[in-house]
Nanobody, 124 residues
Framework: QVQLVESGGGLVQAGGSLRLSCAAS????????MGWFRQAPGKEREFVAT????????YYADSVKGRFTISRDNAKNTVNLQMNSLKPEDTAVYYC?????????????????WGQGTQVTVSS
């Protein structure tokens, strides 16, 4: 089992930056591919980024390419999301998620474990 706890959310002005962190408990963190999703009020949960078990492969939603960077540190059992040039439309609850599958996935149903989420609010 893996437990995930997000941190780093908050209020930021448009054009600013935030760095989200996800701390994972458990002994097999390096066996999980990790992802970030977000959900705004009244909308479905949306894929943001994913990273492979070793960190060698990353994929981003078109809406965040060039602005967000996902990374992981398997020695520390953490995955991060660096968010730059933030826009009001980035406002959402951001969720960290883990999956045991080795193939690429941007689908919520493929992820096995989820954190509680952290609120990111970008003001104009």
């Amino acid at each position: 089992q893996v437990q995930l706890v997000e941190s780093g959310g908050g209020l930021v002005q448009a054009g600013g930056s935030l760095r989200l962190s996800c701390a994972a408990s458990g002994r097999t963190f390096s066996r999980y591919a990790m992802g970030w999703f977000r959900q705004a009020p009244g909308k479905e949960r949306e894929f943001v980024a994913t990273i492979s078990r070793s960190g060698g492969s990353v994929y981003y939603a078109d809406s965040v390419k060039g602005r967000f960077t996902i990374s992981r540190d398997n020695a520390k059992n953490t995955v991060n999301l660096q968010m730059n040039s933030l826009k009001p439309e980035d406002t959402a609850v951001y969720y960290c998620a883990a999956r045991l599958t080795t193939y690429y996935s941007a689908t919520t149903k493929d992820y096995d474990y989820w954190g509680q989420g952290t609120q990111v609010t970008v003001s104009s």
